[in-house]
Nanobody, 123 residues
Framework: QVQLVESGGGSVQAGGSLRLSCAASGRTFSRYGMGWFRQAPGKEREFVAGITWSRATYYADSVKGRFTISRDNAKNTVYLQMNSLKPDDTAAYYC?????????????????WGQGTQVTVSS
C-alpha cells in the first residue's frame, strides 16, 4: 500500500505561483508513474500533468507552458510548479500513483490517491 500526502496549496492572486508537493511512502516510488489531477466544485476530476517512471511528462492543454511536473526519487516526492495562475485554476489538487509506471490522462489507471490540497486563485 502506498500513501500519498499532498502539501503546498493555498490562496494566491492571479498571476502568482505555487508549488505543490506530493510525498509517497514505500520503497518503489521510482517505478511509479505519477499524476496530478484537479477537481473544481461541480466539475469532474480532470488530468493536469503526469510524469512516467522514465520522466516523460504530459500536460493538459489548459496548463501547458504554465505548470511543470517533476520528481525527486531520492525524496519519494513529485512536484507541481504552477506559474501564471488564473482563477480557473481554482480547485482541489490530487496526486496519484500508477504502479505500471505510466502517467496517462485517465484517472482509473491510477492505483493510489492522496487526500488533496486546495488551491484558490483570486482575480
Amino acid at each position: 500500500q502506498v500513501q500519498l500526502v499532498e502539501s503546498g496549496g493555498g490562496s494566491v492572486q492571479a498571476g502568482g505561483s505555487l508549488r505543490l508537493s506530493c510525498a509517497a511512502s514505500g520503497r518503489t516510488f521510482s517505478r511509479y508513474g505519477m499524476g496530478w489531477f484537479r477537481q473544481a466544485p461541480g466539475k469532474e476530476r480532470e488530468f493536469v500533468a503526469g510524469i512516467t517512471w522514465s520522466r516523460a511528462t504530459y500536460y493538459a492543454d489548459s496548463v501547458k507552458g504554465r505548470f511543470t511536473i517533476s520528481r525527486d526519487n531520492a525524496k519519494n516526492t513529485v512536484y507541481l510548479q504552477m506559474n501564471s495562475l488564473k482563477p480557473d485554476d481554482t480547485a482541489a489538487y490530487y496526486c496519484a500513483a500508477d504502479r505500471e509506471g505510466m502517467a496517462t490522462r485517465g484517472a482509473p489507471q491510477y492505483d493510489y490517491w492522496g487526500q488533496g490540497t486546495q488551491v484558490t486563485v483570486s482575480s
